[in-house]
């Protein structure tokens, strides 16, 4: 299983970018899908979740109306649109897939990760 994220770089505060994941080796249907972020010196967090069929989707509140997940079960790829972006959302954005249910931010319950992507966001 492979999932290959693209899309990160540095933008200036207020800027935007679509991040992308492309999976292959996996029934990309079969899964949900999520996003999370680690910046320098702090944790991982979540940042939104995508179901399988793309009908239902999770945000954190950190970025709730300011970022859409989405994804394309045709070629095997989710997408993170990123508006609005602020200092804060430096980090590099992790993508993962998961078989259990309603999964969201609880990342132990994601089967697979992605490399990450990094997006920087200056001032």
């Known amino acids: 299983v492979q999932l290959q994220a693209s899309g990160g770089g540095s933008v200036q505060a207020g800027d935007s970018l679509r991040l992308s994941c492309a999976a292959s080796?996996?029934?990309?249907?079969?899964?949900?899908m999520g996003w999370f972020r680690q910046a320098p010196g702090k944790e991982r967090e979540y940042v939104a979740a995508?179901?399988?069929?793309?009908?239902?989707?999770n945000y954190a509140d950190s970025v709730k109306g300011r970022f859409t997940i989405s994804r394309n079960n045709v070629k095997n790829t989710v997408y993170l649109q990123m508006n609005s972006l602020r200092p804060e959302d430096t980090a590099i954005y992790y993508c993962?897939?998961?078989?259990?249910?309603?999964?969201?931010?609880?990342?132990?319950?994601?089967?697979?990760w992605g490399q990450g992507t990094l997006v920087t966001v200056s001032s």
């Open positions: 993962a897939a998961t078989r259990w249910a309603n999964s969201d931010s609880y990342s132990d319950k994601y089967n697979y």
């Open positions: 995508i179901r399988w069929s793309g009908v239902s989707t």
């Open positions: 080796g996996l029934t990309f249907s079969n899964y949900d």
